[in-house]
């Protein structure tokens, strides 16, 4: 410990020390926000993000400075940039990188680039060169008007769309809630200010997870955000450049969001972004109502996105969630699209059922399924070639990229066709026919400009015949060419190996020509001082040697020389290409619809018990019939074998369900479950159901299991009244609500009193479907005061204090509560256990009850409610009567009301009176 300052960094004590009052100079910032320090080879991280790196990484922490010291991590560049993903992208931190000036200053440190979950615009080379985007990164911003009226923007980076609205939302904020869940923004921006109405935005926006970031109210006034978007939005050539002609333009503070954004990301300072984006009016209201409990609650949206280091793990993680079950697709574009429709179910009859149709057609015809696995991985996601296309940022290898997708969709069109399905006609392959016709052109442009001769050794130039200085390059290269053969065929006779086998000639990017051989015959280079070992990789050793390495030099300046003299010709290429950006974008969106689909299909086939089409009934129909339902992710896991169950809801009979009985025993699991299944139908999905009847839902309203947000102010019981109250305010006839355990987090008479009187506010004023799990067996009167209320309880068989679940769901209200035996079954001390049964005897008058164990819920209810009347009518005649009596006649008065009651016939008098 001593001796490692002096050595910390390589730099000398005082260097450190100087550094050390540096760091501690910086402004405060939050422990979500890391700094990292740029020091030319590799990276420093200090202080408490030093300690944070080191628990996700397991790296040493190091000590320097001593006036006083200072905690330190070194990060090479690939751990860098791994932790950056990681930071950024899974736990939604900001980050800030801080690079050395030129100066010899000690201290000469500047703040060169910032980055949020949802502001990535300075690292997106970095965090994406080398890797498919398969999430959506959005921002949002929001600003409250009077009246509760909400501006909103939206930036989807990854989609280049920019989204705009104004609404009217309640006192609870749903609509915007509804909104978040759609579009999951990673962050937002709202103005800086403290008005009540923005403090209950904020609240809202962090309780759900989204990073919320202040910005000036200036930034939101509009004023310059025409100007910015005749630049960014995407026009064709032949369009005048006027975004006024956007109706959205008339949302003059849905614009301020916008402009607020646009500043925010920085938009419109960078040229990539210019004649990129579109347009539109974000409409929440086509989709069915959900927010992120919701989504959270049933298991749809994976609750920690984890790296997985094996395959055990990325199994689990695949069925934890439904977007992990469903997602088979095998494009980036794919995996996008599927988190959108989870996020926005359909509230469209038509476009359900269409897409129900395609499904099934898929899922009936292995060979389709089989062939579009093989054929989508070929085509390439065409959002970052298009943005590349756009810019005029584009070389020739993206246009190839684009050349061979639109000959792979060819082969995609042929799979589709054999399906001889209608909506698969109109839906798919008519648009992808009429793509692939409007990119004819470019592929024929391709095909007559593009060398396809060096395409396969990775070099990407304009064909000779174009120019006869092109053409004349072209033979030096070929020269070159062949004396580098001679040079393998001298290596080859060296090294007494067969040319072509035993040593070949080959070519990257990164190494220009090289010689290869397989890693058996390593040893005929062990002390050949002529040959210089480049690298060691799986496919064998890579070397050169002195001459390869002087023609390998002659090669690449003549490529060079060519790319400079074919510049005018591309040029003109990448003109003609950009006009194709608009088809590339809507090529794009159609594969992704074929990928997703066939990832439902296979999805469907691959359960346990295959899922089957569900009957969509219209909105209003007011029927739900699930038979024999289970929970999709619950069913996939090994070593789990699930029982399931029915629902049927009508709206001229059950409205609501009362759920009762022991813990662990499937309460939340079958409400889950029924969720679930009406979510998957309205994103076009079959569902884990024997047969399905749906009406189309308007909403699917959740409040399941809350845990305490401390780091929000928020207790366990006020998150499910917050909850709770979203759910009553947005509810309607149209709607399905599913409660569990309300009224858990205060005293058992508020909860009961609060479940009670939501339950009924549920059945007689919303009269929605609804299914309400409790521990509260007092909710179960509501069957006998509501017709519409039904009963249901899970099972469960009692033997030697062990609690056997059955998972089975039956009519009726459970007969009894099992606290007691699970407190046995963890080994509860006897005497506690013991305490507890004679305290449970006193609160719920053993003693008047013991005659009641043959009667059902039901009948024990009436019965106890009449006894007690009759007890209270019996105490208020005796005390009528207490005046100017003595002691004595007093106790002859209550003997002679004992001896009356006995004579009566309710039970339950006869209990009390026993003793």
Not at 291 to 312: G, H
Not at 316 to 336: E, P, W
Not at 342 to 358: F, G, M, T, V, W
Not at 399 to 405: A, G, L
Request: include cysteine; glycine fraction near 6%; charge should be negative.
């Amino acid at each position: 410990m001593d001796s490692e300052p002096t050595k910390a960094l390589n730099l000398e004590i005082d260097q450190q020390n100087s550094f050390v009052r540096y760091y501690n100079s910086l402004p405060e910032k939050p422990a979500s926000t890391i700094r990292f320090f740029s020091r030319s080879d590799y990276y420093t991280v200090h202080g408490d993000d030093a300690s944070l790196v080191n628990e996700m990484l397991s790296l040493p922490i190091k000590f320097m400075g001593n006036q006083p010291q200072l905690s330190y991590i070194c990060l090479n560049k690939s751990r860098f940039e791994s932790i950056l993903r990681d930071l950024l992208l899974l736990r939604q931190y900001r980050v800030e990188i801080f690079v050395k000036g030129p100066s010899k200053t000690a201290n000469d440190w500047t703040l060169d680039y910032k980055a949020s979950p949802g502001n990535l615009t300075q690292l997106e080379d970095l965090l994406f060169e080398n890797a498919e985007v398969d999430f959506t990164n959005s921002v949002m911003a929001v600003k409250v008007l009077q009246n509760k009226l909400l501006a909103v923007g939206c930036v989807n980076i990854t989609e280049a769309k920019f989204e705009v609205c104004e609404i009217t939302d309640n006192d609870s904020f749903s609509e915007l809630e509804s909104i978040v869940a759609q579009i999951g923004p990673k962050e937002c921006l709202v103005p800086a200010g403290e008005s009540p109405e923005s403090v209950s935005v904020r609240n809202l926006l962090e309780r759900n997870g989204v990073l919320v970031a202040k910005a000036k109210p200036s930034d939101f006034s509009g004023e310059d955000v025409e100007q910015d978007l005749n630049r960014l939005l995407y026009f064709h050539e032949d369009q005048r450049r006027n975004a006024s002609a956007h109706g959205e333009i008339d949302l003059k503070n849905a614009m301020g969001c916008l402009q607020a954004l646009i500043k925010f990301l920085n938009l419109a300072g960078a040229e990539k972004n210019f004649n990129q984006f579109k347009l539109t009016t974000l409409d929440c209201h086509r989709f069915v109502r959900l927010d992120n409990a919701a989504l959270y609650a049933l298991n749809v949206l994976p609750k920690t996105a984890t790296r997985c280091s094996n395959a055990d793990n990325q199994q689990s993680l695949k069925t934890s969630s439904l977007k992990g079950l469903l997602d088979n697709c095998a494009t980036a574009q794919g995996s996008r699209l599927l988190e959108q429709w989870i996020k926005q179910p359909l509230k469209d009859y038509n476009s359900i059922n269409e897409r129900l149709d395609i499904v099934e057609a898929i899922l009936k015809d292995p060979a389709t399924r089989s062939q579009l696995k093989d054929g989508l991985p070929r085509i390439v996601d065409m959002m970052p070639v298009a943005r590349k296309l756009s810019s005029k940022k584009a070389n020739l290898q993206d246009c190839y990229k684009v050349y061979q997708t639109v000959r792979s969709v060819g082969n995609i069109i042929g799979v589709l066709k054999n399906l001889n399905n209608k909506c698969v006609k109109v839906l798919l392959i008519e648009p992808l026919e009429e793509l692939v016709g409007e990119l004819r052109n470019y592929q024929s442009m391709i095909e007559h400009t593009l060398d396809f001769d060096l395409v396969d050794r990775g070099e990407f130039f304009i064909k000779s015949s174009f120019d006869d200085g092109l053409n004349e390059l072209q033979k030096k290269k070929q020269k070159v060419e062949s004396k580098m053969q001679a040079v393998l065929d001298k290596v080859s006779s060296d090294l007494d190996l067969e040319q072509g086998k035993g040593v070949k000639l080959d070519c990257n990017d990164q190494h220009g020509y090289f010689f290869r051989l397989t890693l058996k015959d390593e040893p005929t280079l062990r002390k050949r001082k002529e040959y210089k070992i480049l690298d060691v990789v799986k496919s064998g050793v890579r070397f050169v040697n002195g001459a390869l390495e002087h023609l390998n030099d002659t090669y690449r300046h003549l490529n060079e020389e060519y790319g400079e003299r074919q510049k005018t010709v591309l040029e003109e290429v990448f003109e003609v290409a950009a006009g194709y950006v608009e088809s590339l974008r809507n090529l794009n969106l159609t594969i992704a619809t074929v990928d997703v689909l066939n990832s439902f299909a296979i999805a469907a086939i691959s359960a346990r018990i295959p899922y089957t089409k569900p009957k969509i009934h219209k909105r209003g129909s007011g029927i739900l019939k699930l038979k024999q339902a289970r929970h999709p992710c619950l069913e996939a896991q090994d070593n789990v074998s699930f029982i399931p169950n029915d629902v049927t809801f009508d709206k001229d009979d059950k409205l609501l369900y009362v759920i009762t009985g022991p813990n662990m025993c499937g309460k939340s699991t079958y409400i889950r479950s029924v969720g679930i299944c009406v979510l998957m139908a309205h994103i076009g999905c079959l569902v884990p159901c024997i047969s399905a009847e749906i009406s189309l839902v308007d909403g699917i309203l959740v409040r399941v299991g809350a845990d305490d947000c401390q780091l929000k102010g928020l207790s366990t019981f006020m998150l499910e009244m917050i909850e709770t109250s979203t759910i009553i305010k947005s509810a309607t006839e149209n709607s399905l609500v599913i409660i569990d355990e309300l009224g858990r987090g205060t005293s058992t008479y508020d909860g009961c009193g609060i479940a009670w009187a939501i339950a009924e506010h549920l059945v007689k004023e919303i009269k929605c479907f609804s299914l309400f799990a409790t521990h509260f067996h007092e909710i179960n009167e509501l069957a006998e005061l509501h017709s519409s209320v039904g009963n249901l309880h899970v099972s469960a068989v009692v033997a030697d204090n062990i609690i056997t679940p059955l998972y089975s769901i039956r009519e009726g209200e459970c007969d009894k509560s099992y606290g007691i035996h699970c407190a046995r079954m963890v080994d509860f001390p006897q005497d506690v256990v013991q305490d507890a049964v004679e305290y449970q005897k006193h609160l719920e008058h053993q003693n008047g009850v013991k005659y009641l164990t043959g009667l059902n819920p039901s009948q024990k209810r009436k019965t106890i409610a009449e006894g007690d009347l009759i007890v209270r009518e019996a105490l208020t005649t005796l005390k009528s009567n207490l005046n100017g009596l003595s002691d004595e006649e007093l106790i002859n008065k209550v003997k002679e009301l004992k001896k009356q009651l006995a004579h009566n016939d309710n039970l339950f008098v006869k209990g009390l009176l026993s003793d």
